[in-house]
Each structure stands twice: as C-alpha cells, then as structure tokens.
Nanobody, 122 residues
Framework: QVQLVESGGGSVQAGGSLRLSCQAS?????MAWFRQAPGKEREGVAK????????YYADSVKGRFTISQDTAKNTVYLQMSSLKPEDTAMYYC??????????????????WGQGTQVTVSS
C-alpha cells in the first residue's frame, strides 16, 4: 500500500504561480497529477516516470506547467505558472505500480492523494 501526501495548493490571481508537491511512501512506476473542477470530469494534467526524464502533459497546460521529481525524497512536483481561472480545481496526485498506459487512463492508477485545492481568481 502506497500513501500519497499532497501539499501546496492555495489561492492566486491569474498570471500567478503555485507549486504542488506529492510525496509517496513506497515504490511507484508512474506518477501523475489530475484535476477535477466542480461539475466536470477528472482530467489528467501531467505525468512522469520516477527515475526517468519522460514526462507527458495535457494540451491545456503545455508550456505553463512543469512536472518534476526528487527521487531521493520520493516526491513529485507540479510547478504551475501563468495560471488561469480555468485552472481552478481540486488537484489530485496519483500513482501506479504498473504500466500507466497512454494519455491519462484513470483506471491505471492504484493510489490517490486526498486532493489539494487550487483557486485562480481573475
């Protein structure tokens, strides 16, 4: 069983930045950030393979968000810049001990964090 502990959410004005952190308690093969806004489906934002430089981003955040890792701390970060009001959502860290698949396949992820709220005001 892997526990994911998230931190770093908050409120910011449009154009601002925030950094989210997610620390895993055990082995993961793939880690990702998802988000869910009220009344909308959960969507993938960024994905990374611990120990590998491979990353993947949703089109809506490319060029604005950066996912990175600190393998020594078993922690993944999501640096969010040029934030927009439409980025407002609950952000969730997710991890898989197996193959994550293409794009963001929610069913591939075994473990989820509790979520951290990001609110961007105009």
């Amino acid at each position: 069983q892997v526990q994911l502990v998230e931190s770093g959410g908050g409120s910011v004005q449009a154009g601002g930045s925030l950094r989210l952190s997610c620390q895993a308690s055990g082995f993961t093969r793939c880690m990702a950030w998802f988000r869910q806004a009220p009344g909308k489906e959960r969507e993938g934002v960024a994905k990374i393979y611990p120990g590998s430089p491979t990353t993947y981003y949703a089109d809506s955040v490319k060029g604005r968000f950066t996912i990175s890792q600190d393998t020594a701390k078993n922690t993944v970060y999501l640096q969010m810049s040029s934030l927009k009001p439409e980025d407002t959502a609950m952000y969730y860290c997710a991890a898989s001990q197996g193959y994550c698949g293409d794009n963001f396949q929610i069913h591939r992820y075994d473990y989820w964090g509790q979520g951290t709220q990001v609110t961007v005001s105009s």
